[in-house]
Structure formats: C-alpha cells, structure tokens
C-alpha cells in the first residue's frame, strides 16, 4: 500500500480530534474529487513501518480519539489486504480508539469484507458534485451515507451515525 500523507489532529474527517491516512490509488475518478493527486496507485510514499510508527504515536495520544482512513480509497482492491491488517493491528493495540473509513463504494458492495469487523464508521458512496453541499457533516455530497458499521452489522439494515 502507498499513501501520501498523514493529517495529525484533523477536525474535519470524522468525529473527535483524529489522525487520518490518506491512501494512494482510486478506481472512481469523481468529477469535481478534491484529492484526484491520490487516485494514483502507484503515487505517493510507501506505508512503511516508519509510517506506521508515526501512525500509531499520533494514535498513542490520549485526547486523539482515532484513525480515519481516506484518500484515494482504502478500499481500492490493491489496498484491500493491507487495510484489513493495519485496521487489525490497530484495533488490537488501540481498541478505544474509532476507525472510520471513507470509500466510494456503498456498503451494499462492501458489506462482506472481513476487514469491516474492525471499523467503526463507514462513509459511503462516490462523490456526486451535482449533491455537493459543503453544510453536510462528514460528507460531500448528499448520496453518502455516515454508516455505523457496528450497529448496522448487528441489524442487517443500514444505521446511520
């Protein structure tokens, strides 16, 4: 996996004072995205284990609350794997902290990835521009959903944050 930056104490992408990856390589190619430099899968840093100790020092913190994963999207399929074992190793060594992940699939794609066992919050759904709406909460445009991944998984139905 590739990535090109870590945003430390980001208000912005997810509830609480959060660290966010921003991971290399997108598939969806919305017009008007305000990260298309991120689409690139092969842009970007390699998310070494220098990345992951800045990672998960920033998430050592206690008024940090978690990690948000955007970008790109983690959930490009070449991402898929190193997602599902960053977001466990996470999970184990911070199981207080929410991960929240941002993907331009709908959860109805999704829905079955292992690695959602341990996410918290899940954005969902391209960016549409013709719904942009910079007064939405933790979103860009209207057809996204904030889903809570925990509750959604015990009811079968999508639970909205």
């Known amino acids: 996996m590739r990535y090109h ?3 430390k104490d980001d208000m912005l992408n997810g509830e609480g004072l959060r660290v966010v990856l921003w991971v290399a390589g997108c598939g969806h190619a919305c017009p008007g995205c305000h990260n298309p430099v991120t689409w690139d899968a ?3 840093l390699p998310f070494d284990q220098d990345a992951e100790d800045e990672l998960f020092a920033e998430l050592g913190k206690d008024y940090v609350s978690g990690v948000t994963l955007s970008g790109g999207d983690p959930l490009f399929p070449a991402n898929r794997a190193d997602v599902e074992a960053l977001c466990a190793r996470i999970r184990e060594q911070f ?3 929410t991960i929240w992940l941002y993907t331009g699939y709908t959860w109805e794609q999704i829905q079955d ?3 959602l066992e341990n996410v918290d919050v899940v954005v969902d759904g391209r960016f549409v521009q013709a719904q942009a709406d910079s007064q939405l909460h933790w979103r860009g445009s209207a057809n996204q ?8 998984r015990a ?3 999508v639970v909205l944050l």
């Open 5 to 7: 930056n870590i945003t």
């Open 113 to 115: 990835l292992p690695l």
């Open 95 to 97: 199981p207080d902290k």
């Open 155 to 157: 009811s079968n139905e």
């Open 42 to 44: 092969d842009g970007g």
């Open 145 to 152: 959903r904030v889903i809570d991944v925990v509750r959604t």
